[in-house]
């Protein structure tokens, strides 16, 4: 079993930068692909980027050039860096730990932590 607890939300004004990091515990997630989703007030929830345990990333058109997502397997931690926020970035940001297992795959939630931008 994986607990996820994320941090580092708040509210920023447009244009301003924000750290969410994601912190394990129960497991190691070097096995895991780690990602970071958010939902918005009435949307569905949305892919913001992924990093699989190989180190790839992926990011969503929306926030390339602009977010960065990391992990620290020592730390057990994945962050997401969050530079030139927009008011349409305001959303609660969760972090995902998945791992495939044979023909299925596992997934993990954390609480969410709320990202809000002012303009």
């Known amino acids: 079993q994986v607990q996820l607890v994320e941090s580092g939300g708040g509210l920023v004004q447009t244009g301003g930068s924000l750290r969410l990091s994601c912190a394990a515990s129960?497991?190691?997630?070097?096995?895991?692909?780690m990602g970071w989703y958010r939902q918005a007030p009435g949307k569905q929830r949305e892919l913001v980027a992924t990093?699989?345990?190989?180190?790839?990333?992926n990011l969503t058109d929306s926030v390339k050039g602009r977010f960065t997502i990391s992990r620290d397997n020592a730390k057990n931690t994945v962050y997401l860096q969050m530079n030139s926020l927009k008011p349409e970035d305001t959303a609660v940001y969760y972090c995902n730990a998945a791992l495939r297992i044979f023909r299925s795959t596992v997934h993990y939630w954390g609480q969410g932590t709320q990202v809000t931008v002012s303009s």
């Open positions: 990093v699989d345990s190989g180190g790839s990333i």
């Open positions: 129960g497991s190691s997630l070097s096995s895991y692909a």
